[in-house]
T-cell receptor
Framework: ETGVTQSPTHLIKTRGQQVTLRCSSQ?????VSWYQQALGQGPQFIFQ???????GRGNFPPRFSGLQFPNYSSELNVNALELDDSALYLCASSFPGMGNSPLHFGNGTRLTVT | KQEVTQIPAALSVPEGENLVLNCSFT??????LQWFRQDPGKGLTSLLLIQSSQREQTSGRLNASLDKSSGRSTLYIAASQPGDSATYLCAVRVIGNQFYFGTGTSLTVIP
């Protein structure tokens, strides 16, 4: 069974640029959620995708957007990067989409905005 | 808005000691509560999930309890080992498919 994988592992961007982060869900998992974790803080929920539709969103501005593909993999896009966007971005998958299913996390993408 | 708090923020214990980590949440309307472990620079590893209708879950040396009415959960670790050193996070899932995490308890087990 393949776990959740994220790419890239590290990324450095300049303020104002755009970034795309990728996530492959665990085999058979149809739900993907994204989180932002600043240093020393707990993860903050960004949004969740189920069957290619966003079905939950945290308190993040519209410049944070996402996609889920038919194979359940997902992308997180962030436009107009700000210095405060520097964080560890985590992806989690779960199954089934709407039930009491544990979250399985990838190892994250460390984004640095300069 | 749901707020999740974990106390203490850091804990240091000698090997072999039993310990309890605390998690509190402000809104009792939750679907479930999950405990995770996070090693430095890594993702989160799921330890235990307690559904809102359950009172506790056990896995090996770990036992998690849930008192939804009082907004509290505890994670009990028996016979702690140096390999248990990590940050422990709790998270609640609420209506609208939203997830709220605490800031974690950093545990150090001293050999």
């Amino acid at each position: 069974e393949t776990g959740v994988t994220q790419s890239p592992t590290h990324l450095i961007k300049t303020r104002g640029q755009q970034v795309t982060l990728r996530c492959s869900s665990q085999s058979g998992h149809n739900t993907v959620s994204w989180y932002q974790q600043a240093l020393g803080q707990g993860p903050q929920f960004i949004f969740q995708y189920y069957r290619e539709e966003e079905n939950g969103r945290g308190n993040f501005p519209p410049r944070f957007s996402g996609l889920q593909f038919p194979n359940y993999s997902s992308e997180l896009n962030v436009n107009a990067l700000e210095l405060d966007d520097s964080a560890l971005y985590l992806c989690a998958s779960s199954f089934p989409g709407m039930g009491n299913s544990p979250l399985h996390f990838g190892n994250g993408t460390r984004l640095t905005v300069t | 808005k749901q707020e999740v708090t974990q106390i203490p923020a850091a804990l240091s214990v000698p090997e072999g000691e039993n310990l309890v980590l605390n998690c509190s949440f402000t809104d009792s309307a939750i679907y479930n509560l999950q405990w995770f472990r996070q090693d430095p620079g890594k993702g989160l590893t799921s330890l235990l999930l307690i559904q809102s209708s359950q009172r506790e879950q056990t896995s090996g040396r770990l036992n998690a309890s849930l008192d939804k009415s009082s907004g509290r959960s505890t994670l009990y670790i028996a016979a702690s080992q140096p390999g248990d050193s990590a940050t422990y996070l709790c998270a609640v899932r609420v209506i609208g498919n939203q997830f709220y995490f605490g800031t974690g308890t950093s545990l150090t087990v001293i050999p």
